[in-house]
């Protein structure tokens, strides 16, 4: 049986021109400034390889979890299998009919209604209009938005958005199903909708499927087989069940231990100096409950930052998935003066309803109206585990799905 996918030696380059800070500029300046853009050498470029010599194959009738960190390239190795672009190096061949959905809206027309984009997404898809017109009630009843389906679709959510998408892709009976994070948006029960579509697809029509998620229980649920990409390369191929342990395991290592991050640069833009987690009652982070409430301390190193110009911080809690269980930002500050050498930033955030598991940071310090930002992340693991009282026991291990809201407290010191 040959492979319905055949990826070989496939590469894609990107090149990223870096433009140096510049203020707004008046057309006079840009006229003046003209003839030394045309005469000037162009050497602030740089290549950048989002994919590099990939090799696999695929066989008819698997399901495929594709995993990786942002940035691995898993998005571009899926624009190049739907033909939204083209690769730089190497071949990829297809044998069969294929339908994707990437992003939000793909396909759409904000201002046509439901009905009008199903035929007009189908026919962008190959669909002929009789094939529509077929399988239109079956459509319209998977994506559940009979009620808006002559509504102009600029109004619908995003959740409505990736129903009505997801129907009409799945409905195009394709020989590979192409399926990056999109399902993220849309609620529970249409995610549990979804994955019955795609393992019916799969495993009852035959059908190829490929899914990119960072959800790693969809892949485990979904997929009989997953690949793990890192810095546009396939790192391990295997089991569903394998790669993702692999994934979490790799990430694992990752997470910088300790509850203090030190940080020394030279550096005109301000930055993380230090960022340090405590618990306020002195218990061990290692060991912490849900009704611990944690420090966050994060000391800003100003650089050349003009006086009084405003910034913000913000934190992210990811669990083990690297999935964001809750974030918060704080107020924007004012008064950031550069006579300061340090400013230190506190953040009080009581854990409850923070379920039992293992968890770390990632801490974005951003000046509002900038292009620069500093960023730590992975850092500053802790776990919560369970605290019985009575009968009862806060916290399950397995409640990931809901984001949640932490109470927290912002103090400047």
């Known amino acids: 049986m040959k492979p319905i ?15 140096g800070q510049t203020h707004y500029k008046s057309l006079r300046e840009e006229i003046f400034q003209l003839p030394k853009k045309l005469f000037r050498r162009q050497d602030n470029k740089e290549e950048f390889w989002a994919l590099k010599d990939l090799n696999f194959e695929v066989m008819p009738g698997d399901r ?26 190497g071949r990829v061949h297809l044998r069969g009919r294929v339908a994707s959905l990437l992003e939000v809206g793909t396909g759409f027309h904000s201002e046509l209604t439901g009905r009008e984009n199903i035929f007009l997404n189908a026919a962008i898809l190959g669909m002929s209009r ?29 959740g409505m958005y990736v129903r009505l998408a997801f129907a009409v892709a799945a409905s195009l009976d394709p020989e590979i199903l192409i399926v990056d994070e999109v399902l993220a948006v849309g609620d529970m029960d249409f995610q549990k909708k979804c994955i019955r579509k795609m393992e019916e697809v799969s495993s009852e029509k035959g059908k190829t499927v490929l899914l990119v998620s960072h959800q790693l229980h969809f892949v485990n649920k979904l997929c009989n087989r997953a690949i793990l990409f890192g810095n546009g390369c396939v790192l391990a191929e295997g089991s569903a069940s394998e790669i993702t342990d692999k994934y979490l395991a790799d990430r694992s290592e990752q997470v910088k231990k300790g509850d203090i991050v030190v940080r020394d640069k030279d550096s005109d833009f301000p930055f993380l100096r230090k960022v340090i987690l405590s618990a306020s009652d002195g218990t061990s982070l290692t060991s912490c409950t849900s009704h611990t409430e944690l420090v966050l301390s994060c000391k800003i190193s ?78 500053l693991p802790f776990s919560v585990i369970r605290q019985a009282y009575g009968s009862q026991n806060l916290g399950s ?17």
């Open 5 to 19: 996918i055949s990826v070989e030696g496939l590469g894609k380059k990107y090149v990223i021109r870096h433009e």
């Open 64 to 89: 495929i979890g594709i995993v990786g960190h942002n940035g691995a390239g898993k998005s571009t190795l899926l624009k190049i299998l739907s033909r939204i672009t083209e690769p730089t190096a």
């Open 130 to 158: 009789f094939e529509v017109n077929k399988k239109f009630d079956e459509i319209v009843d998977f994506a559940g938005v009979e009620r808006f389906l002559d509504t102009p679709v600029k109004r619908y959510s995003s």
């Open 302 to 379: 100003p650089g050349k930052l003009p006086k009084n110009k405003q910034y913000q911080i913000l934190w992210f809690i990811k669990n083990e998935s690297d999935d964001v269980v809750t974030a918060s930002a704080s107020e924007t500050m004012h008064d950031f003066s550069v006579n300061s050498s340090i400013e230190n930033v506190l953040c009080i955030i009581k854990l409850d309803p923070l379920p039992i598991g293992s968890y770390y940071f990632r801490i974005v310090l951003h000046v509002p109206g900038a292009d620069n930002f500093d960023d730590v992340d992975a850092v």
């Open 397 to 413: 291990s397995h409640d990931y799905s809901a984001k949640l809201f932490l109470k927290n407290q912002w103090k400047i010191q």
